[in-house]
């Protein structure tokens, strides 16, 4: 990584990332530059940036994704560092030597850190050489069923199938046992060629009711590495996580020093810089394993930066510029509970199938300990052409009862009108008794929330929809204009004075009626 002083950032990225990273500069005083395709021309990271560049049509591919167009916007912008956020080029080798090549920081490690920790076989071998406890595992190479057989029975059953080359459950496929083993091989390897363009797997060993607890790491130019903290992200669909929260319930305090321990050695063993996140599984018995590392921010930084009052972004601002890390291991301290869900536009009754359409009416919360980082504002539209979350709501309490039924409180008062959306389905997690008691693990919602369905309270027809659709509209804006929010990082307040007819405030207290 080449770290040195700057004064333009270009954020490659869309979104809430994009408006926390755009935010994070501008309290440094930094100028800033926004990437955006054609349907994020009035996106709120498009209003928040000093300059805006539009570098392609709305598929990712053809915009978010092209390394030429952002470099040339940062050349043609004056911009002498780049911020991938997360998602899209943040984990991608070749953009961070693209920009070094160019000249221009790029906020995150190096390649060579990337490259290792992106394949998984090597960041295995790297956390083995490092002591840090790895899942019995195999590499699978060639193309010879009777080997593929040899190392799962070496293995151990249950096992899983993963790709090398990448995550987010892709490529990757649960066997029970040698009967299944070449079929789930075969249909791993395709997923994962046509995902990372990479069909290379390994097996590794399946752990029953595992939870998915990561550390929080920080590294700077000058040979410090700490860490901030675990999060525990076990409730999880599809591989995908649903709520997050830090510390993680129920450990006992020398589990939590091994597990920051390990994170540490995993971070010094790449000479690892910048903000990255050490994943674990850790099972019934206490014992933990490597699962990956992440080279770059995660979504779920709010939760850590909500408990040690640390900045995560600006704390990679700081390291990318050169400078050392503000804290030492010593004054970093969890001060309370925080829990965070993902609110996405996605029909929980339909197989959680994204929704797409215009956010008629986005009132999100507010209060004690509530925070809201999200992208899109009432009149915003959520698109296919990418991931449909709407915002990331998180609470933090005294402690973790406090900070659950404040997040409750929170997504009760929250207000989403035009896509269907997951918000009743967080709620059944949060209120559910297990959850409550901190018993979570990855299999959460396959054993408590598997039957469950909305229960229809707080629906609308479709005339009604519509009704309110147009009240909203001309209660926002009764000039006939998009009404936007002031910037801020909690939007709960009105725009204006409203009459309040319960659940939604919808139209204006007038004068002339």
Not at 221 to 245: A, I, N, Y
Not at 285 to 303: A, I, K, W, Y
Not at 311 to 329: S, Y
Not at 424 to 447: D, K, N, R, W
Request: proline share 5%; net charge negative.
């Amino acid at each position: 990584m080449r770290a040195r002083p700057f004064r333009r950032v270009l954020v490659a990225n869309r979104g809430e990332i994009a408006v926390r990273v755009l935010r994070a500069c501008r309290q440094r005083g930094l100028e800033t530059v926004a990437v955006v395709s054609e349907a994020d021309r009035a996106s709120l990271a498009a209003q928040l940036a000093d300059q805006v560049v539009e570098i392609g049509p709305a598929p990712a591919a053809e915009s978010y994704l092209r390394i030429d167009a952002i470099l040339d916007a940062a050349r043609g912008t004056g911009a002498d560092a780049i911020h991938p956020g997360y998602g899209f080029l943040a984990e991608n080798a070749a953009f961070a030597r693209a920009c070094d090549d160019a000249g221009v920081v790029f906020i995150g490690p190096g390649a060579d850190v990337i490259d290792a920790m992106g394949v998984k076989t090597e960041a295995r071998r790297r956390m083995e050489e490092a002591g840090v406890p790895v899942v019995p595992g195999a590499l699978l190479e060639g193309d010879d069923p009777a080997a593929w057989e040899a190392a799962g029975s070496g293995v151990g059953y249950p096992l899983l199938v993963k790709a090398a080359a990448g995550g987010g459950g892709k490529g990757m496929r649960a066997v029970h046992g040698a009967a299944d083993l070449v079929d789930a091989i075969g249909a791993a390897r395709r997923e994962a060629a046509s995902a990372f363009g990479d069909a290379t797997v390994y097996l590794e060993r399946l752990l029953i009711r595992p939870r998915h607890v990561e550390v929080q790491v920080l590294g700077d130019t000058h040979g410090h590495v700490l860490h901030l903290g675990e999060r525990d992200c076990s409730v999880q669909r599809r591989h995908q996580k649903v709520v997050e929260e830090s510390p993680a319930p129920g450990l006992s305090d020398d589990l939590r020093a091994r597990l920051h321990d390990a994170a540490v050695r995993a971070a010094r063993a790449v000479d690892y810089v910048g903000a990255g996140t050490v994943e674990m599984l850790l099972d019934a018995s206490g014992d933990f394993f490597f699962l990956e590392m992440n080279t770059r921010l995660q979504v779920e930084h709010p939760v850590t930066e909500n408990v040690t009052g640390v900045d995560l972004v600006e704390a990679q601002l700081r390291v990318a510029a050169g400078e050392r890390l503000a804290l030492t291991q010593d004054e970093i301290r969890a001060h309370g509970h925080s829990i965070e869900v993902r609110l996405y536009a996605e029909d929980p009754a339909r197989g959680f199938l994204p929704q797409t359409g215009t956010l008629h009416l986005f009132e999100p919360p507010a209060g004690p300990g509530v925070r809201v980082d999200t992208g899109v504002t009432t009149g915003s539209e959520v698109t296919l052409h990418y991931d449909p979350m709407i915002a990331k709501l998180c609470a933090w309490g005294a402690d973790r009862e406090q900070s659950r039924r404040r997040l409750i409180e929170a997504l009760s008062e929250t207000t989403v009108l035009g896509p269907t959306t997951n918000l009743s389905h967080l709620l059944a997690i949060l209120g559910h008794e297990a959850f409550a008691s901190g018993a979570v693990h990855t299999g959460f919602l396959e054993e408590h929330l598997a039957d469950w369905s909305p229960d229809g309270e707080g629906n609308v027809d479709t005339d009604e929809a519509l009704w309110l659709a147009a009240a909203a509209s001309f209660a926002l804006d009764p000039g006939g204009g998009t009404a936007r929010r002031s910037d801020r990082d909690t939007i709960g307040e009105a725009p204006g004075p409203w009459e309040d007819l319960g659940p939604l405030r919808l139209v204006p207290a007038r004068e002339d009626g």
